[in-house]
Nanobody
Framework: QVQLVESGGGLVQAGGSLRLSCAAS????????MGWFRQAPGKEREFVGA????????YYADFVKGRFTISRDNAKNTMFLQVNSLKPEETAVYYC????????????????????WGQGTQVTVNS
């Protein structure tokens, strides 16, 4: 099992940036493909981006449009999401998720394929 804890959220002005972190417990972080999702008030949770076990493969939702970057440091059991040029409509709780996988390059966008979830970190973007 792995436990996930997000941090780095906060209040930012439109156009601003944040760096979200997802810290994982245990010694097997490198065996998990990881993802970021978000849920805005009154809306369903949606996919933001994902990264493979090795970090060599990433995939992003269309709305990211080069503004967000996912990375991971397996030695520190941590994944990151750099979010730039934030918009007010991107106010949401941002969640990280993990899926145990054998495939080094495996990346998934499907919420139902992730086995473990963090509690989320709130990002609020003021106009």
């Amino acid at each position: 099992q792995v436990q996930l804890v997000e941090s780095g959220g906060g209040l930012v002005q439109a156009g601003g940036s944040l760096r979200l972190s997802c810290a994982a417990s245990g010694r097997t972080f490198s065996r998990y493909a990881m993802g970021w999702f978000r849920q805005a008030p009154g809306k369903e949770r949606e996919f933001v981006g994902a990264i493979s076990r090795s970090g060599d493969s990433t995939y992003y939702a269309d709305f990211v449009k080069g503004r967000f970057t996912i990375s991971r440091d397996n030695a520190k059991n941590t994944m990151f999401l750099q979010v730039n040029s934030l918009k007010p409509e991107e106010t949401a709780v941002y969640y990280c998720a993990a899926r145990f996988t054998i495939g080094l390059g495996y990346v998934t966008t499907r919420e139902d394929e992730f086995n473990y979830w963090g509690q989320g970190t709130q990002v609020t973007v003021n106009s």
